[in-house]
């Protein structure tokens, strides 16, 4: 099983736990959790596309384990000393990671997320992550789409401004691989990117038929549930009529006939001579 230093490399291309969360060593209990939010918001298995839930999830728990230990003071402490950590904590081993994110956070709606990317575009916070994944990528697009929250291809045009005036400014060095990027390597990323939004529509096309066909079948059901009712009624009182009916028939007093009264008949005895 990889430890959780490779794991950090393997998916944040760090190896220390505040180069991940993307904060200094000084930073204060509440910059930690801060940084933990944003990150673990991006990669949180209920919030991501189906293809890339596995990597994500796997993501979500690393980020988790980091946090776990930075928010504890003593556990911080040793980490910050001696760079070691308890690995094989059960408390660690155990933890389910989704339960850990929701006892920290409030539950986040599809309406928070879309207002955060709102406040984050454009923002100081976004520049900060655009010059940090220019650095980190010596310019390379691909890796600053990957690094920054809520780009795309379609962003593109205007993360180059941004960083076309970072260069003119002094503010980071002029790379090459951003200045004279690759006409192919853009058409492979601009192709990359429309795969992905396909796959994306495709996927949400599918959830919305899904939910129109319950919603439909529970109609239905519902339909057929007051049809069933109604027919139970009518049924009854049909029943309730006949039972009315009859019982009013059985009610009615008979007429008793007459007893025909028997004729007398005489017998002619003749006289013996």
């Known amino acids: 099983m990889a430890s959780l230093l490779d794991l950090c490399e393997q998916y944040f291309g760090a190896r220390n736990f505040y ?99 709102k406040n984050y575009k454009g923002s100081e916070t976004e520049i900060k992550d655009l010059k940090r994944a220019y650095m980190d990528s010596k310019g390379d697009m691909d890796y600053i789409l990957e690094a920054v929250p809520f780009t795309n291809c379609e962003e593109e045009p205007r993360l180059h401004d941004i960083i076309q005036n970072l260069i003119k400014s002094g503010e980071v ?49 519902l339909v057929i549930q007051n049809r069933n009712k109604a027919r139970a009624s009518q049924s009854d009182s049909f029943f309730d009529s006949l039972i009315d009916k009859y019982a009013k028939k059985a009610e009615k007093p008979t007429t008793k006939k007459k007893k025909a009264t028997p004729v007398k008949t005489t017998r002619n005895t003749k006289k013996k001579a």
């Open 19 to 117: 180069d991940v969360l993307k904060i200094p060593k000084t930073a204060n209990d509440k910059q930690v959790k801060k940084a933990y939010h944003k990150l673990s918001l991006l990669v949180h298995p209920d919030r991501v596309e189906e293809n890339i839930k596995t990597e994500a999830t796997e993501k979500f728990k690393v980020l988790g384990r980091i946090h776990s230990i930075l928010s504890d003071s003593d556990k911080r402490k040793i980490y910050d000393e001696s760079g070691q950590y308890d690995e094989e904590s059960e408390e660690v081993v155990m933890r389910n990671w989704a339960d850990y994110w929701r006892s920290l956070f409030k539950e986040i709606t599809v309406e928070d997320i879309n207002n955060y990317e």
């Open 173 to 221: 060095p002029e790379y090459k691989t951003f200045t004279n990027e690759n006409a192919k390597k853009k058409q492979r990323r601009k192709r990359k990117w429309a795969r992905e939004a396909a796959e994306a529509e495709r996927l949400e096309q599918m959830l919305k038929i899904e939910n129109e066909e319950n919603a439909a079948a529970n109609d239905l059901a």
